[in-house]
């Protein structure tokens, strides 16, 4: 399953220009990225299984830093 994750700093920007093609199930939120807590986020990660994809417009928009990324993934 492609599943998606869009994020924005703030309720002022526009999540639409965070184009992800098709997915068939897309988190979204309006909210810094500054801690990985994040409800839209948890929720993606206790909603994908193995072999799902994850799509994201950059990298980003799901985490600060590599550190951050790899303890997302994990």
Do not use: W
């Not at 492609?2 to 897309?26: F, P």
């Not at 417009?57 to 303890?71: C, T």
């Amino acid at each position: 399953m492609r599943v998606g994750y869009r994020r924005v700093s703030s309720v002022d920007q526009s999540l639409a220009r965070q184009d992800l093609g098709d997915c068939e199930r897309v988190f979204e939120e309006k909210l810094s990225g500054g801690t990985a807590d994040r409800p839209a986020l948890q929720d993606m990660i206790a909603f994908v299984r193995s072999g799902d994809e994850v799509a994201v417009h950059s990298i980003e928009r799901l985490a600060r830093n590599l550190m951050d990324l790899q303890n997302i993934i994990k």
